[in-house]
Nanobody, 120 residues
Framework: QVQVAESGGGLVQVGGSLRLSCAASGSIFSIDRMAWYRQTPGNQRESVATIFSNGNTNYADSVKGRFTISRDNAKNTAYLQMDNLKPEDTGVYYC??????????????WGQGTQVTVSS
């Protein structure tokens, strides 16, 4: 069994900060990529930030310079530090973790999502 769970969402004012966490647990053999996606009102789910096991990162243009993704490999946990938040950052944030279990091909796991609301 594998679970992926996000936490840390909430309501914040424009210019404020939030830190999201994504923890993968269970019988995990290896994890390479950990990524954050978001679904904003009226839009499709989009990639926000990705971090690989070697520390390389990718960011959507809309969040560069404001969001920072990091991870703790020992804890199979990824974080998303969100600073200088804007109303357009409002949405549900999901964690995506492709996980390899021993003897089982890699499977994409998604968390249940955490709501981020930025009020003006």
């Amino acid at each position: 069994q594998v679970q992926v769970a996000e936490s840390g969402g909430g309501l914040v004012q424009v210019g404020g900060s939030l830190r999201l966490s994504c923890a993968a647990s269970g019988s995990i053999f290896s994890i390479d990529r950990m990524a954050w996606y978001r679904q904003t009102p009226g839009n499709q789910r989009e990639s926000v930030a990705t971090i690989f096991s070697n520390g390389n990162t990718n960011y959507a243009d809309s969040v560069k310079g404001r969001f920072t993704i990091s991870r703790d490999n020992a804890k199979n946990t990824a974080y998303l530090q969100m600073d200088n938040l804007k109303p357009e950052d409002t949405g549900v944030y999901y964690c995506n973790v492709p996980i390899v279990r021993l003897g089982i091909p890699r499977i994409d796991y998604w968390g249940q999502g955490t709501q981020v609301t930025v009020s003006s």
